[in-house]
Every structure is written in C-alpha cells, then in structure tokens.
C-alpha cells in the first residue's frame, strides 16, 4: 500500500524550490547577521598592546621606551588615570606614542566621570582622540582646536542654553581637516556627525564606550547601564580616516569640575577583507572627510538627542530583511494554496 503524501507535498510541484530559496535566504540571513555583528566581543587574540592601555599602566611614562605619555594635570595610579581632579580650570590629556596603522580598528574605552558637583554644576568633559598630531594642549576639552583628524566629545555640561532638545551629558562625533573650529557656544552642533545623550556621572558601576571603524563606517557604542549590552549611540557611512594618527583623550574643567578617570583604552582590530585597489592605496595619505548627503549642522535632532538621520545599522537591515523573507514566504504558500484549489476545481471537469 503506498504511502500517503504529507499535506505540504500536495502542493505547486514549484514549492519545493521555494523552499529550497528560502532555506537559503535564512542562512544568508544568518551570515550577514554574524558580519554585521554591532560590536566585537573583545577578541583578545586581536587586542593590540602596542595601543592599549590597561592596568597597572606599566607603558606609560616620559622615557623613550614608553607607550603612553601624559600632560596637564592628569595623574596616573595603579587603578585609573585622572585626566582632571575634581577642581576648577584644569586640564590633562594622556596620548599613545606610536602610531596605528590598522585600517579597521575597534577602541573600548572604560571610563568614570564623578564629582561633588549637583545636577547641571558640574563639567565639562572629555574626549577620546585619533589625530595627527597629539599632546597639544588647547580649548577643546583639553586639547587644540582645529584639529586633524577624529574626535569623540563626552559633554557634560550645556553651553548652548536655547539647544533645549537635547539632555546632557551628551556625546558627539566630529571629523576634521584642520579647517574646522569647535563651537563651543553651540556645544558643537555646527560640525558634529551625529550624537545621543546618555547618563554617566556618578554611575556605581563600569561604564564603557567603544568606537569602531571599518570599511568607512564610524560606529558609536555606549554600555553605561550595567548591563552588558551595547547600544548603538552614531552610526554613520562615508567616513575617511588615514593611517598613521595618534590616539589620546582628553579632558577639561571650567568654572565647573569633575573627576575625569579613563581605566583603560583596549584597541582591536578587525579582520576586513579590503579589495586589491584600497590594499594598494596609500592610506597615509588620506585626508580625513565624510561624505554626507546634506551637512551636519542640517540634522535635526529628536527630543533624546539621536539624529534621525542615521544611517541604518547591520541589525535594522537584518530585521527589515527578515520581515521582506516571511511576506515572500507567506505569499509563496498562500498562493500554493490557491494553484492547488484551481488544480482539484479543473480536475472535476474531466
């Protein structure tokens, strides 16, 4: 006696290669969701010492063999480096000596701003550094202005008293050739690329940023809620940066303080496939730029501080590609359906 068919093989004899697509738009999915991964899981087969700085801070120093050096006021323990002490008009800075020539590379930073200051008395930040030029002391949170290079601003405190759009502490990214002047007066908003506002003073726990770039994409991730999880703060395309820069950070204090502590600053890098042309190319001399649809004084903010205009991230495009996957699968099955009534209906006229 011959075995009865399941019902889904009663189906369009075209269903079988439907399925067999879309078993393979799942597992495409699949890979791309594993490329596209928001951030490293800190590899250490791929952390690079040479541009890390980690406890007990052993490579740093003013002797030539040293990996780090500091300036300003930063003081440096065997448990945190303080950029600032809680006191007015200070600023310190501390700066990788050697330079990275890594074209995709990942920067952890843990860090812990705290201070006797009340809500909105306290400031004013402090910024991690990729630049040209490093251990210039100057007005932008510790550092020169006019810089070249790349910026992340963590911005504790509100200059800009008619910008009541966005909460502070906030944090930025800003990309520059050397022709570009930070607006303090406007905490930044002319020149920066996007940013989000996060709370982070005075946190009881470990509070973490990383900054990616690869393939000229500039991704900022915060975990400052003790939870383990990155949240993606600025995620944009079209991003130049060259090889061979520094990175430091920085911090300043005004009228207003904060204890600006950096605990460490792990940098990785990622293993990127590169096509023969951008292998060949010179990446020294690059000149750092974005490419932008419209200029970034043109975003427009909503209420949190995240910019609408944000490109979408590997997991968006996953999920919109999953929703696209399930209506095709969904129409392929329901149409199936309706062939196979036409089938039984025609068969009931011969």
Request: net charge neutral; hydrophobic share 35%.
């Amino acid at each position: 006696m011959a075995r009865e068919r399941s019902p889904a093989s009663w189906l369009h004899p075209q269903t079988s290669v439907t399925r067999r697509i879309t078993l393979l738009l799942l597992l495409w999915l699949l890979h791309f969701s594993s490329v596209y991964s928001d951030i490293t899981d800190g590899n250490a087969e791929h952390l690079k010492r040479e541009h890390s700085l980690i406890k007990p801070y052993q490579g740093v120093g003013t002797s030539s063999s040293s990996q780090w050096d500091f300036s300003g006021s930063t003081l440096v323990t065997s448990q945190y480096v303080r950029l600032t002490p809680d006191e007015r008009s200070k600023q310190g800075s501390i700066w990788n000596t050697v330079p990275c020539y890594l074209k995709d590379w990942e920067m952890h930073v843990q860090f812990k701003i705290h201070g006797s200051g009340k809500k909105n008395l306290h400031g004013d930040g402090f910024a991690i550094w990729y630049t040209k030029e490093r251990l210039h002391p100057g007005p932008v949170f510790g550092n020169q202005d006019r810089f070249v290079g790349l910026a992340i601003y963590v911005d504790t405190f509100r200059n800009d008293l008619q910008g009541m759009d966005r909460s502070f502490p906030y944090i930025s990214a800003m990309v520059n050739n050397g022709s570009l002047p930070y607006d303090h007066g406007k905490d930044g908003r002319s020149t920066e690329l996007g940013g989000c506002s996060v709370e982070i003073r005075n946190k009881d726990h470990d509070t973490y940023l990383a900054i990616r770039y690869s393939k000229g994409r500039l991704t900022i991730m915060v975990d400052v809620e003790d939870r383990n999880d990155w949240k993606e703060c600025i995620d944009i395309g079209g991003v130049r940066l060259p090889t061979g820069y520094y990175f430091g950070a920085s911090a300043a204090t005004g009228d207003l303080s904060d204890n600006h502590d950096i605990i460490s600053m792990k940098m990785y890098q990622l293993m990127v496939e590169h096509t023969p042309e951008e292998d060949n190319q010179d990446w020294t001399k690059i000149e750092p730029s974005v490419s932008l649809l419209k200029s970034p004084k043109d975003n427009i903010d909503d209420p949190t501080g995240n910019f609408r205009s944000t490109p979408l991230t590997g997991w968006k495009v996953f999920l919109l590609l999953l929703c696209a996957l399930l209506g095709i699968v969904v129409c392929a099955v329901v149409g199936a359906v309706v062939f196979q009534k036409r089938q039984e209906r025609n068969k009931r006229f011969y």
